[in-house]
């Protein structure tokens, strides 16, 4: 049983976000992800209070193992996904393409 509190560090209180590269307070991480919590926030703020015990209390177990049981996708397959992305974009819109205009 931790002796952490779960209630949540102040705005004050910031950590090193692994995905963005600079500091975050718990708030941006509670809501990351489209109004859910980050997937790495348990990772990120144990050593700061109870966070696996806020969240907990304040999701549903159903919602808790919705953003904590999936870890992700790595950057690399994220940014071969969007090169992807792209490229379909404009063989399928060739207006997008910059052809130049004379």
Same mark, same amino acid.
């Given at each position: 049983?931790?002796?952490?509190?779960?209630?949540?560090?102040?705005? !004050?209180?910031?950590?090193?976000?692994?995905? %963005?590269? @600079?500091?975050?307070?718990?708030?941006?991480?509670?809501?990351?992800?489209? =109004?859910?919590?980050?997937?790495?926030? %348990?990772?990120?703020? @144990?050593?700061?209070? !109870?966070?696996?015990?806020?969240?907990?209390?304040?999701?549903?177990?159903? !919602?808790?193992?919705?953003?904590?049981?999936?870890?992700?996708?790595?950057?690399?397959?994220?940014?071969? =996904? %969007?090169?992807?992305?792209?490229?379909?974009?404009?063989?399928?819109?060739?207006?997008?393409?910059?052809?130049?205009?004379?």
């Amino acid at each position: 049983m931790s002796t952490f509190s779960t209630a949540p560090p102040s705005d !004050d209180v910031q950590v090193r976000c692994p995905r %963005l590269g @600079h500091q975050v307070h718990f708030g941006y991480c509670r809501v990351e992800n489209m =109004d859910s919590p980050c997937f790495k926030a %348990l990772d990120c703020w @144990h050593h700061q209070f !109870d966070v696996v015990g806020y969240f907990k209390q304040t999701l549903s177990g159903e !919602d808790f193992a919705a953003a904590f049981a999936q870890q992700g996708r790595p950057k690399m397959q994220t940014l071969v =996904d %969007l090169i992807q992305q792209a490229k379909k974009n404009t063989t399928e819109d060739p207006s997008r393409s910059d052809k130049g205009s004379a």
